[in-house]
């Protein structure tokens, strides 16, 4: 979808296209302010010098989208959105609606499902389609389908996607990004060399910034250097199994099928604080944060049916540097207390000598539950229904064991 989360909100508000717009954080006193003064009249009448500027913010929020005309100044996603205001002043604030985004997201994959039911879901603002078996999924190579989907989502949702078609999943995704907004790219195998060779290799859904990195030191900044290398270099830098595919998706090699049943990877929350916490003067709010995102995962994978046997911690330094650390156990569990203290575990092991504005807590290598082996705390007595005793005893940790 074509920056979904600010779409959306500019259906509410069409007086704002055109216009830059940064969407990010929940309700403020300001927006509640806006609409109280507006009563019961349409919001599509509340006139553009009312709303909130992105220069008079003051907080800690980060951006989840921006408008197109906001992104031509350098503003994107998941940047602050104090260090937004510098490059973006005049842009208009608007908070996220969850609510409204879900709803939207269920109605664009419906409508897909509808022209054709060989769904992927990515996220909520984006699909993989299987068009082999459709009628006339294969006319004009596809772009005859793509069309008939982007009218059909268009008509039920007001809103934009583009379409990327190619023969796997990996191409596609790199297509989908060609002609944005509201376009429609079709790649063949033959166009590898004049469409996705020129690329930046952190292009390909996989490669991250550590891989991109250590790729630049080794002179690879385009998918076609990244090809021109042997497999055996690259299985000697990166490992067995990741040079061995980056070898394959270089050359435009996926045979991944689309997943139908989809299953999480990972289950994760975190916060972004009001104000920066340091890990000593502030570790008894540091200390009640930690612990409330551990009981949070282990809610949320009790809720699901999962239990996980790999815990990790995420950390935003005050300079917006991300560390991250993981730890993996014999045993699975969605049992709080085990969560917090494999997490903590995971805490001794990055550096805690400068202020911190965001801190997170993850599970993955997730199995249903009653299919794989517990953790031995996992009892029932920590099950969702006995929260307060899981709390009381998971709140005796201390946030920092190696200080």
């Known amino acids: 979808m074509d920056a979904f989360f600010a779409s959306v909100e500019l259906l509410r508000y069409p007086q704002l296209k055109g216009l830059p717009v940064v969407i990010g954080g929940g309700r403020r006193t300001v927006d509640e302010a806006l609409l109280a ?14 709303f909130p500027l992105l220069k008079d913010y003051v907080g800690r929020g980060v951006i989840t989208t921006a408008t197109y005309a906001a992104r031509q100044f350098g503003v994107g996603s998941a940047m602050g959105m104090m260090k937004a205001a510098r490059l973006c002043p005049q842009a208009i604030v608007l908070p996220v609606d969850f609510d409204e985004i879900r709803r939207f997201s269920r109605l664009f994959k419906s409508t897909i499902a509808e022209v054709a039911p060989q769904v992927q879901d990515r996220g909520i603002d984006e699909v993989y389609i299987d068009f082999t078996d459709v009628p006339g999924g294969q006319r004009e190579g596809g772009r005859s389908l793509a069309r008939l989907i982007q009218r059909a989502i268009f008509e039920n949702t007001g809103l934009t996607c583009s379409i990327g078609v190619a023969p796997n999943k990996l191409l596609a995704k790199m297509a989908s990004e060609f002609n944005k907004p509201n ?3 079709i790649v063949y195998e033959a166009d590898l060399q004049t469409l996705i060779w020129p690329l930046n290799v952190r292009k390909i859904n996989g490669i991250g910034p550590k891989a991109g990195e250590k790729l630049a030191r080794l002179g690879v900044q385009t998918i076609g250097e990244l090809a021109a290398l042997e497999r055996q270099f690259l299985m000697a830098n990166f490992g067995k199994a990741s040079g061995a595919w980056m070898h394959e998706v270089a050359w435009g090699r996926d045979d991944s099928p689309l997943a139908l049943e989809s299953e999480p990877v990972s289950m994760s929350r975190e916060t972004t ?3 920066d916490l340091h890990a000593v003067r502030d570790k008894a709010e540091l200390g009640a944060i930690f612990t409330r995102l551990c009981e949070q995962v282990a809610a949320d994978l009790q809720h699901k049916g999962y239990v996980a046997r ?6 935003r330094y005050d300079d917006f540097r991300i ?3 993981d730890q993996t156990v014999q045993a699975h569990t969605a049992d709080a207390q085990a969560i917090r203290k494999i997490a903590g575990q995971c805490l001794k092991r990055v ?3 400068q202020r911190l504005r965001l801190l997170g807590v993850r599970a993955s290598a997730l199995a249903r539950a009653g299919e794989a082996p517990v953790h031995e705390q996992n009892k029932p007595s920590a099950q969702a229904g006995h929260a307060p005793a ?6 005796s940790y201390p946030l920092f064991e190696s200080w």
């Open 37 to 50: 003064a507006h009563g019961e009249r349409a919001l599509r009448f509340i006139p553009v010098a009312e």
């Open 351 to 353: 550096p805690l000598d």
């Open 390 to 395: 899981a709390t009381e005893s998971i709140a």
């Open 183 to 185: 376009g429609i790219s």
């Open 310 to 315: 790999t815990i990790g911690i995420k950390l």
């Open 323 to 325: 560390a991250t650390r």
């Open 273 to 275: 604080f009001e104000r």
